[in-house]
C-alpha cells in the first residue's frame, strides 16, 4: 500500500463527514418555513414581508452547509494532498 | 492489499456519512409540514398561501440534503481517486 | 507507508470532522429566521429593527461554525505538521 | 512509521474534534437571536436594553466554542507531543 | 514504534473528544441568553435583577465546558501516562 493510496480513502472518508454540518440548515431552514406558514396563515396581508424575512435568514443559515459542501469538493477534486 | 481496494472501501463509507445529513431535512420538513397543517387547520381559507409558503421553505430545506447526495454519488460513480 | 501520508490522511479526516460544527449555525439562524419571520408577520412597521436584530444575532452564530472552516482550511493548506 | 508521525496524524483529528463544540454555541445564539428579535418586534423601545442582553448572553456562551478553537490550536501549532 | 507514541496520539484524539461536552453549556447559556433579552424586554425597569439571574444561571452551565477543558488540558500538559 502506497501512501497516496491511504490520502486519497482518508479524504473520501473526509469528505462524507464534512456533509453532516447539512444536518443543521435542514433543521434551522424547516423551523423556518414552519415559522412561516403558520405566519402567513395569520396575516396573509404581510405575506410579501414574512416570505422574504424568511428566505433572508434561511439563506444565512444555508452558509454552514456550503462550507462543508466547499470543503468536500477540495477534498475530492482539489487535495492538496495527492 | 493494494490501494484501490483501501480507496473504494473508504469512498462506501464516505458515500455512507454524507447521508447522514438527510436527518436535518427529515426533521425541519417534517416541522414545516405539521405547522402547515396546523395553519390549514385554524385558518381553511388562507390554504394556497400556507402550502406555498410551507413548500418554499421546504425546497430550501431540501438543498443540504442533495449536497449530501450528490458528494455520495460522486464518490460511488464519479470517484476522483479510481 | 511514510509518516507525511499518514499525517495528510489524518489531515483530510480532521478537516471533515471540523465542518460539523456548522450544524449549530445552521440550526441556530434557521430558529432566528423562523422567529424573525413570525415577528415580522405580527408587527410589519417594525420590520427594520427586527431585521437587524436577527442578522446581529445570527452573525454572532456563525463565529463558530467559522471556526471549523478555518481549522479545516488550517489542515488543508497550512498544515504544520507536513 | 515513526512515533512523531502517529502523534501529529491524531493531533490532526483531535483539532477536528476539539471544533465540534462549535455545534452549542451556534444553536445557542441562534435560539437567543430569534428571542431577541421577537422581544425586539414587540417593543421596539425597548430595543437597546433587549440587544445587550442577547448580546451579554452570547457572550457568554461562545466562551465553550473559544475552548475548543484553543485545543484545536494548540494540537496545531504548540502541540507538547512533538 | 515505541509505547509513548501511541500513548501521545490517543491523548491528542481523547483531547478533542474532551471539549465536544462544550455543546452542552452553548445551547443552554443560548437559551438562558434568549429567554433573558425576552424579559428584559417586557420588564426593562428590571434589567438588573433579569442579567444577574441569566448570568448566575449561565456560571452554573459553564462548569462542564469548563471541566472538558480541564481534562483535555490535563491530556496535554500534564498527562499521567507519559
Do not use: C, H, W
Not at 29 to 49: L, N, S, T
Amino acid at each position: 500500500m502506497n501512501g497516496d493510496a491511504l490520502i486519497q480513502a482518508a479524504s473520501a472518508i473526509g469528505a462524507g463527514l464534512a456533509m453532516i454540518a447539512g444536518i443543521g440548515a435542514g433543521i434551522g431552514q424547516g423551523f423556518a418555513a414552519g415559522k412561516g406558514a403558520e405566519a402567513v396563515g395569520k396575516q396573509p396581508e404581510a405575506q410579501g414581508v414574512i416570505v422574504r424575512t424568511m428566505l433572508l435568514g434561511a439563506a444565512v443559515a444555508e452558509t454552514t452547509g456550503i462550507y462543508g459542501l466547499v470543503i468536500a469538493l477540495i477534498l475530492l477534486f482539489a487535495n492538496p494532498f495527492v
